[in-house]
């Protein structure tokens, strides 16, 4: 082809493409123009012209996928504030999807500012990272998270950050151990896998009196069962991953505030660890959200149904349960609960052996073997307890952790009921 009929081929290409855009865009509703007149393929292929038309309202908030926020002009992108939720700067600082999904956690719990983390374990760090420094020290309690002790005593403490590690359940103790160093109090309720139920009100006041700052980890509560703010705590944290997305396929964080500049910490560090999360992942969650109400409640009535069988049952020592008499800490549940999530414990009687208790949970058929909870499939996982705690444990047998998904109860105690059995053999 000569250099002339190759000019002309391309000249016929450009009408071709350009008679095909605007029939496009005619077809489509929109004022063809508003580009270039000749963009080639490639081009038109990454700048489409097309706007739908304003005014598309659904139940569900649009997903936002961003890395790069486009700018009118220079002028804007210089005006843009990423810290405010006037605009949007760039993927990491936010989306319309994850400002939609922050403002209703913070209205949920009552709160002024919510910030989304990749999981719940991030929001932990997001907390530590952004309020503790060389020299200081930070209070876990001995029924915590065990990741969030592992990162304390695996990462902070080579930066200088120490552990103290404190009963929830002793108040004089817990304030004996507060040091001129200590800044950060984190509070669990229930406690992890052995389900203390502490007073939230005074270790709030008695951190107060020492100007420590209290953090929350509120992932059992899911923003319903209590309320930290009405009890005096600075900082609500919650992994979404359990009941607000319920659907046990993803994870994320939360970290809720009402203090701005308590607020305004937490913001930086949280630009500056790049804890984002995807539109995908936030669409999930507020999905998630319009069946919170009711799933939770769903799995709290489940859940003590089962556990009031059990208490029935000869093999069952002890029954950690908050909402239960005789659980520890039951009287601050009445006081500061409004309701229960369907995770609770037991434990068998002495004689029974850890391998007879790992038998039963392998003969179950509906509960299934698996960390986290919240999700609509029951787990069951036994726990070495006295290992995790030594001495100061005060049962023999192994606990096994049940979380009550959203089958029928009488299913999951028929299946408890054969599982069982294994204990007889
Ligand atoms: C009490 C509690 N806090 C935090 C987390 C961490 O959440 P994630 O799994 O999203 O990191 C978990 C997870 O099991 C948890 O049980």
Redesign the pocket.
Known sequence: MSSEEHGDQLDQNLATNRELHVAEHTVMGAEPGAMHPSPRAATLLQHSPYQPPPGFDAVQPATHRASTVLFANVAAMRARDWRRKTGYTYGLHGTPTTFTLEARLAEIEGAKHALLCP??????ALVNLALLQQGDAVMLPTNV?N??RDMAEKLLSGWGIALQVYDPMDLAATHAAITPRTRLLWL?APG?VTMEMPDLRALVAMARQHGLVTAL?N??GAGLAIKPFALDVDIS??????YQSGGADM???AVLTRDDALHDKLLDAHMRLGFGVSGDDASLVLRGLHSLHLRYHAHDQAARCVATWLQSRPEVQALLHPAFPGSPGHAHWVRDCSAAAGLFSFTFQPQITAARVEACVDALRLFKIG???GGPVSLAVPYDVAAMRGASWAYASPLVRLSIGLEDPLDLIADLDHAMQVLLD
Do not use: C, F, V
């Open positions: 999981s719940g374990l991030s929001a932990i998270y990741p969030s669990e992890s980890d992932t059992w944290m919650q992994a979404l991953t359990k994870l994320m964080g960390y986290s909870w």
